[in-house]
């Protein structure tokens, strides 16, 4: 007896959400104020993706251009050590 009116309730439940669901979104559609401003929304969601995209190949393309300057910057303290070592050993043969 229980299940039986376990079961009914539950169907009723589901009736009435199924009814409460139709009734209101049959009647409601959206103004033109509405879509002008999803539009706009949308547009500036669009502008901003893009703004960011921009931006993040920008930001890459710095980073490869610091990459490019620190391996220039090793480039030329392993240079100048070598210069020091030669300037080293010059003066070391001249003063013996």
Do not use: Y
């Not at 009116?5 to 169907?11: A, G, H």
């Not at 009734?23 to 703004?51: F, M, N, Y």
């Not at 920008?58 to 392993?78: G, T």
């Amino acid at each position: 007896m229980k299940k039986s009116t376990s079961k009914i309730k539950l169907f009723l439940l589901s009736l009435f959400l199924v009814l409460a669901f139709s009734l209101s979104s049959c009647g409601w559609s959206p103004s033109e104020e509405e879509i002008s401003a999803l539009e706009e929304t949308r547009s500036a969601a669009l502008d901003a993706e893009k703004k960011q995209a921009d931006k993040k190949s920008e930001a890459d393309n710095l980073q490869s251009q610091v990459d490019a300057k620190k391996a220039e910057l090793e480039k030329a303290k392993a240079e100048l050590e070598k210069v020091k070592a030669a300037v080293e050993a010059r003066h070391s043969a001249e003063s013996e």
